[in-house]
């Protein structure tokens, strides 16, 4: 989600990337959860899967591109990721200190330390350890002159990645790779090396084919291929459900080719003339994905303090999407030097 501020903008990225952030919350809120089950899955554990993959993607394009080009960005950009990361623990590990941390100060700070260096400071920043490890990692096998294996090596992780998840009930019966898909260990490996790493380097392989795409004004050949890939990536959904393959539908074959022509068809369509409302987007897709739980822990909390219910699902999802939009586009408009690093 983070990009260096000379980069050029691609506004309808910008645009989606506030769309994405929308679909986290879904995965957090359950929408629908009290109309109808399979309704809900479809909104929360199925289309919500394009966000977090569309993040890693976009931001592995942008510093590669950087990279590429023999720019200094290394440190700065992890400097800025390593700031956001500790700006948004300290906040959520607060909330833990209200919540119990007073009764054992020395117990917290030590678990505090330890969730961050693990990238678990709160349920969702893992993404920002994921995309810290992705940096470093590429930016090593860059300067190490493997930038030709690179591509093949992400794709290989990316498979194995989804026989632990989308085709687990199939792939726990392989020697080895069972155990470790079964192991208390699979999560984090998924998140760093088997999602986090593959999708950001997919960025670099849409720089490859970027290229050749702009050469054409012609569109009808990328939407063909769109909506066939899009139809694959439903049939595969249907398929691994029905034949109760999966453990979940967080990573899947064709999701990673779904990403490629979401993205392709963005960077075809850039939108140009919209580039203010695309920053007010960025900074609501920023704001949103960071303070989410937050936001959605203090409805909860003020729901029951002045109601006495439960807030339902799709409830909390309205409100969440709408409060977080708010702020980060007041934070945005503020042009507050101190507030903006809440959105960037």
Known sequence: MTMTKTQ???????IFRWICSILVVAIHSTPFAEINQQLSIIFTNIIPT????????????YYIKKLESNEKVFFPY???????????????FLYDFIKWGHTNIKGFISNCIILFMKGESFY???FFAALIFSVCLTTLIFKIKGKKAIIPISVILYIIGCAGCSYYNLSTKIPVLGDFFSSEYFTTVRRFLLMAFPFFVLGFFLQ??????????????LYTISFFILLLWVSEI?????????????ITLSLYMLIIVIILILLKNPMLNYSSFSKSCRSMANFMYFSHPLVMICIELLFQKIFDIDVIPTLMFLLTISITSLLGLLIHKSNNRFLSIFIN
Do not use: A, Q
Request: proline share 2%; charged share 15%.
């Open 8 to 14: 050029t903008r691609v506004c309808s990225i910008d």
């Open 50 to 61: 394009i966000g977090v993959p569309f993040f890693f993607t976009i931001s592995g394009y």
């Open 78 to 92: 992890i400097k800025r990721l390593i700031l956001t990361y500790f700006i948004w623990s300290c906040i959520y």
């Open 124 to 126: 969702h920043l893992w």
């Open 208 to 221: 490859k084919i970027e290229s050749r795409l702009m050469l054409t004004n012609n569109n009808k050949n």
């Open 238 to 250: 249907i398929l691994i459900t029905v034949l109760n393959w999966k453990t979940n539908y967080i």
